[in-house]
């Protein structure tokens, strides 16, 4: 059994910043990337970051570039989510997945349960 257990949501003002961490663990699983996805009621999961396990490449939205920095630590088998300059609109619960690199979330084989975000304006 894969688990990816989330941590770091919270309620911060606008302009702030926040941290996520995703930790695996369980059995050792396949998997090419890793990524972070979000989703507010009544709309669809959406992309947000990527990351290539092995080497190490990012991918952002559009909407999170230049804000918001993706990492992982291979040892701790834990990937990172930096949120600077948070917007009303980041407000969503974030999950982080594994599987391969892909911003589709169905291209992705293993989720957390999910962290909540707010951002008060």
């Known amino acids: 059994q894969v688990q990816l257990v989330e941590s770091g949501g919270g309620l911060v003002q606008a302009g702030g910043s926040l941290r996520l961490s995703c930790a695996a663990s369980g059995r050792a699983f396949s998997r090419s990337a890793m990524g972070w996805f979000r989703q507010t009621p009544g709309k669809e999961r959406e992309f947000v970051a990527g990351?290539?396990?092995?080497?190490?490449?990012?991918y952002y939205a559009d909407s999170v570039k230049g804000r918001f920095t993706i990492s992982r630590d291979n040892a701790k088998n834990t990937i990172y989510l930096q949120m600077n300059s948070l917007k009303p609109e980041d407000t969503a619960v974030y999950y982080c997945?594994?599987?391969?690199?892909?911003?589709?979330?169905?291209?992705?084989?293993?989720w957390g349960q999910g962290t909540q975000v707010t951002v008060s304006s």
């Open positions: 997945a594994g599987g391969r690199w892909s911003i589709t979330p169905a291209d992705y084989d293993y």
């Open positions: 990351i290539i396990w092995s080497g190490g490449g990012t």
